[in-house]
């Protein structure tokens, strides 16, 4: 953030001393052209510090990759485009689900 006294909290949750350091919500702060960006998901632990909302799996391009490879199985290059676009979509879909999931960890140790 190039201007951490710009920053807009809100839907804050957690408490750092009962939860043992978990808190989530959402920040919003100005880009380099003075403009706020936009909230974006963030989440706090103890442990790994500040994290922030992945952005969602791209199936479109997973999807692609397969049409590619499907229309011609026999190309070694296709097929490795297939399976790194695999890997890549695994990846991107673990850390988004990871992260709503111990964003849903704080909110059931709080009650809601």
């Not at 490795?80 to 990871?98: C, K, P, V």
């Amino acid at each position: 953030m190039l201007d951490p006294n710009s920053a807009q909290f809100r839907n804050v949750k957690g408490d750092i001393a009962p939860l043992g350091g978990l808190v989530c919500g959402e920040i919003n702060g100005k880009n380099s052209m003075g403009a706020y960006v936009g909230f974006k998901k963030f989440l706090y632990n103890s442990i790994s510090g500040v994290r922030f909302q992945p952005p969602k799996p791209d199936v479109k391009k997973s999807t692609d990759a397969l049409i590619v490879y499907s229309m011609n199985p026999k190309s070694r290059q296709a097929k490795a485009g297939h399976d790194l676009a695999e890997i890549e979509f695994r990846d991107e879909l673990y850390a988004y689900s990871n992260f709503i999931a111990e964003c849903a960890k704080v909110k059931e140790a709080i009650g809601e």
